[in-house]
């Protein structure tokens, strides 16, 4: 089940207890399984992408960087996937997913989803349509700037897991807030 904010596309994906490993929370496996599931939502699910017959061969995802925020553990609430887009290039959207419950963000994923062409099988130009499409998911600000398609710097990901602060003590890292948007 999905649902439309401002500037993302929101997928309410619930946890299995199937999905809880042996320390007593969900796997990071199966987390990186809820990213794909927001992406295969958004491009093959959404209303405007089947009305309209958007990525019609398909997409390829071609990278996943991951920050694991916070331990998951199983509970009946369902959690909510955010995505999204960060950019767009010739072939490509830049998707930032973030998994979240009760405000709280447990993993945050840039991924780089690539059009492809069905023929060939490798990536293809996306389409003015799409380009619309993804653009819905933009913060304003990166929206306005337009396409770009080279790549861009970006500021250090925080850290994922909490480091050691002198002799062995664990840092206290400050809760995350769940995002809608990126800017």
Do not use: K
Not at 4 to 28: F, K, Q
Not at 73 to 90: C, F
Request: glycine letters at 6%; hydrophobic letters at 35%; a positive charge.
């Amino acid at each position: 089940m999905s649902a439309a904010y401002l500037g993302a596309h929101v997928l309410a994906c619930p946890t299995r207890w199937s999905d809880v490993d042996e320390n007593g929370h969900i796997n990071n496996v199966r987390l990186v399984g809820y990213v794909q599931e927001g992406i295969y939502d958004l491009f093959r699910h959404h209303a405007t992408a089947v009305r309209e017959s958007l990525f019609p061969s398909g997409f390829i995802i071609a990278r996943h960087e991951i920050d694991y925020l916070e331990q998951l553990h199983h509970h009946p609430e369902p959690l909510s996937v955010r995505l999204t887009v960060e950019r767009l290039g010739r072939s490509s959207a830049h998707v930032e997913v973030n998994v979240c419950r009760d405000a709280l963000t447990f993993m945050r994923a840039r991924t780089v989803v690539v059009a492809r062409d069905r023929e060939s099988g490798r990536s293809r130009t996306l389409s003015p349509d799409e380009r619309r499409f993804l653009s819905a998911f933009m913060p304003d600000a990166a929206r306005a700037e337009g396409p770009r398609t080279t790549a861009t710097a970006t500021a250090p990901a925080q850290r994922a897991m909490p480091g050691v602060v002198g002799r062995g003590s664990p840092s206290r890292r400050p809760r995350r807030r769940c995002r809608t948007s990126v800017g």
